[in-house]
């Protein structure tokens, strides 16, 4: 596990972009395509909107990426809490990524056959690959939940499926979710995650017991990836800075 911790939320932001555009090139040495699983959040936003714009986007091969998603509310596309809708507008629209390149994780049919359509084009991309996506991108919640796994979630104990839906009580809300399995298998593996709010979660899942049912972000151990935290000074707040700096 790899910590990066930069002052501001800004900087974090401009230094995860630069690591995001090495990598890729780096992976595109050696490879036609590169896979990236991107998250909803107001910090992926504004590292989308970053990416957008030269001289971040003149960077990268954006028609050799394919694009999943980690997790979709179960509302329509047009909807504002929709992540596939905010990566749309932050990002996607403004680059030529092909658009059968970018695998949405349709809302407009029923939760159990948009978990097929998804599990579907998971199995097509990885099921030869040793791993799987090149990149994960990963937020964190206060509560510790990633993707749609949250606290006490049946989810937690999965060790099968690669994409399940789920109801979220707390929210009332449908979801569709990868799940960690999938998630494991990936080369690299990065949680952006900002602000004094999550500086408690961040020290109870890098440095706690594990107890994923408590704390589901604690489900993410790469097989045989990396795994990176990137965090402002204030997520980082309360962690023990021998073993974060």
């Known amino acids: 596990m790899r ?22 090139g780096k992976v595109l040495m050696h490879q036609e395509i590169f896979t990236w699983a991107i998250s909803g959040g107001n910090s992926p936003k504004q590292l989308y909107e970053l990416l957008a714009q030269s001289p971040a986007s003149d960077k990268i091969l954006w028609k050799q990426l394919h694009i999943f998603f980690g997790d979709e509310r179960y509302v329509s596309f047009d909807d504002i809490r929709n992540n596939g809708k905010m990566a749309y ?49 990963l937020g964190m919640g206060d509560n510790g939940h990633t993707l749609s796994i949250f606290p006490e979630s049946p989810l937690v104990a999965e060790k099968a499926k690669w994409v399940s839906g789920c109801y979220v009580e707390e929210q009332q809300m449908e979801r569709i979710t990868l799940t960690a399995p999938i998630v494991n298998k990936a080369s690299q593996i990065a949680f952006l995650v900002t602000g004094e709010n999550k500086a408690a979660m961040v020290k109870k899942v890098i440095e706690g017991a594990f107890t994923p049912d408590q704390y589901p972000a604690q489900l993410i151990k790469p097989d045989t990836g990396e795994l990176h935290w990137f965090l402002d000074l204030a997520a980082a707040s309360e962690s023990d800075r021998s073993k974060i700096m």
């Open 89 to 137: 507008d932050a990002l996607l629209s403004k680059v030529p990524i092909p658009p059968d390149q970018i695998h949405y994780m349709r809302t407009d049919i029923k939760l159990e056959d948009s978990v097929a359509a998804y599990k579907k084009i998971l199995h097509d991309y990885f099921d030869t690959e040793k791993n799987s996506f090149d990149l994960v991108l």
């Open 3 to 24: 910590i990066h911790v930069e002052e501001t939320p800004k900087k974090l932001i401009a230094v995860f972009a630069d690591w995001i555009i090495n990598y890729i």
